[in-house]
Structure formats: C-alpha cells, structure tokens
C-alpha cells in the first residue's frame, strides 16, 4: 500500500462549489504540506503543518483553508472554487530530515 | 528570503549522451539543495539531496549533483541517459530548519534513442 494517499485523485467542478482534497499517511511523519503545481510554475506551497495544532500559511494560501484531523491526515479545502484554481495537488509529508514524500496527485478541474 | 531557478524547460538528449540539467539558486543562507524526478502521472521522488555536507552528491540511479558556493549552482547531471531517465525534474531550496520548501518550475527531459 501507498505511504501517502490522496483522494480523489481526479476532480471536475463547477464554479462556487465548495470542496475537500484528502491526504492520508502511513509513514508516521508529524509533517505535512499541500503543493499545487501549474505547467510552467512549478510546485508552490499552500499551507503546511507540523503537528494536529500547527498550521501555517504557505506562498499561495488565498481561496484555501486546511484541516489537520490527526496526524495522518491533513485535508485541503476550496471554499468556493474558482477556475484559476485549476491544478495537480499534491500532498507530501516529511520527518524533519529535509526529505519530502509526495502522495501521486489529485488533478483538480473547475469549470 | 530563497528561490531556485531552472534553466531550460525542455532539455532533449541522445540515449548514452550527458545529460546536465541546470539550477541556480538564491538564499540568504547556507542552503539546503534538493532535486526530484517525477514520472507521468506519478508524485515526486526525491534524487538526491545536499545539506552541508560533501560538495558532490549521488543520488539514485546514478545521477549526482555538485554544489558550488562561488556559482550559487546546483547543477544535476548523469553520464550516460538511459530511455527510463525521461521525466520532468524539479530542484528545490529550503531553509535549514527545513519548514519550507521552494521549488523550480522543473526541466522536462526528452531522451532520444
């Protein structure tokens, strides 16, 4: 089984639709973040927590909101989506050892 | 504050030939320099990764990397491309608490036989 899981892995919406990306992981690690990348920019950082209290704001975190529910899961939520929020996430966690493990995406599409 | 950035967005090799992917990077710090490899439809996988300690690091599948302070590089390279090392490359930069993490807009490598 996959250390980092997300769900679903794709996703069409409407416009103003509210929605919730899961990241679930097995590898025990306190450190979670959620990336999106865009064709051309990269990887940029949303929002990341390094524990169930810790939550901290990344480069883009405007129109997102996270939840950390336990330590193995940290959830991305769009309030009311928006089609510039069209995108591959990724979830990835870490052990303070500066080695990041990536979940294999959710492609997120809104209309 | 850090930053790295990628030069070439596409880079096209030979099967056998060199292959050098190149990254610059900016940090205020000492920093910590990182390159992954993602496959289609697959998350990120780290290569390797340089946090202070020998210059010239090796990674898997015999790729390495070479930190030069004086160039502000770390520059990603590997002898001989094989058909399998087709994928888009990121190099990444964070602080040395490891909170954050920047990251290029990657390299897509073509390997042509």
């Known amino acids: 089984d996959a250390d980092v899981t997300q769900t679903p892995r794709n996703r069409i919406t409407k416009t103003g639709k509210r929605i919730m990306l899961e990241c679930s992981q097995t590898k025990g690690h306190d450190r979670m973040y959620w990336y999106r990348q865009d064709p051309g920019l990269g990887l940029r950082l949303i929002y990341y927590?390094?524990?169930?209290?810790?939550?901290n704001k990344g480069e883009i975190s405007d129109g997102y909101s996270v939840s950390r529910q336990a330590q193995a899961k940290f959830s991305l939520s769009l309030e009311s989506a928006i089609p510039n929020q069209t995108a591959l996430y990724f979830c990835?966690?870490?052990?303070?050892?500066?080695?990041?493990?990536f979940g294999p995406g959710t492609r997120l599409t809104v209309t | 504050a850090q930053s790295v950035t990628q030069l070439g967005s596409h880079v096209s090799v030979s099967e056998g030939a060199l292959v050098l992917l190149r990254c610059n990077y900016s940090s205020s710090v000492p920093p910590y320099l990182f390159w992954y490899v993602q496959y289609p439809n697959q998350g990120l996988q780290l290569l390797l990764k340089?946090?202070?300690?020998?210059?010239l690091v090796k990674g898997i599948n015999g790729f390495e990397a070479e930190f030069k302070k004086s160039e502000t590089s770390f520059h990603l390279t590997k002898p001989s491309a094989h058909m399998s090392d087709a994928a888009e490359y990121f190099c990444?930069?964070?602080?040395?608490?490891?909170?954050?993490?920047?990251f290029g807009t990657g390299t897509s490598l073509t390997v042509i036989p």
């Open positions: 990835a966690t870490g052990d303070g050892s500066y080695e990041q493990y």
């Open positions: 927590s390094f524990d169930v209290k810790d939550i």
């Open positions: 990444a930069v964070s602080d040395r608490g490891g909170n954050q993490f920047y």
């Open positions: 340089y946090t202070s300690a020998a210059t």
